[in-house]
């Protein structure tokens, strides 16, 4: 597998972006991105994070599954294991950097975004968004391209360090 086949097909940023038809430049549309920007947060080499990017990508949860059975915790139970793990993996991140590229993923947060902008113009006003648990981010960064004033919460750890780190670079 190639890295081309990790890439997601690029897709129209919202008109706030820039001229319709421009992307946005964003991780969501350049794997080589994505890549360096998860091996900052984790400090491991790009060839690490492709593997891991290839893996999560044809066996979709398969990173959190497996650090999960790792740490001998049983998934969907919550408890103070739980908390932990969410604080500490960097399972997340492969995770939802693959669904967040996934064309299903993108059309939700496209037609969420939309939304948003309708009810936006309904009322004469950008809108107040509390986004909670984004993780990567994505979403909110999306709401703000769209003009929206946008509040982000996630749980603290590698995905919300990530988050942050794209907030920054976007000038969010």
Known sequence: MTTETFQARPTPAPASAGAPGVLAPSPLYDAAWMIRLIGSVTGEAEEVVLARMRREFWWPGSSVSEDLARRGLERYAWGE????????????????????????????????????????????????????GDGLGFDCLELSRAGHDVTYYALPGESETFARRRFAESGV
């Not at 969410?86 to 492969?94: I, P, S, V």
């Not at 693959?98 to 947060?109: E, M």
């Open 81 to 132: 294991g739980l908390i932990r793990f969410y604080g500490e993996t960097d399972a997340f991140m492969y995770e939802l950097a693959v669904w967040n590229r996934n064309w299903l993923k993108r059309l939700l947060r496209g037609s969420v975004v939309a939304y948003v902008t309708r009810q936006s113009l309904r009322l004469g006003r950008p809108l107040r968004v509390l986004s909670i």
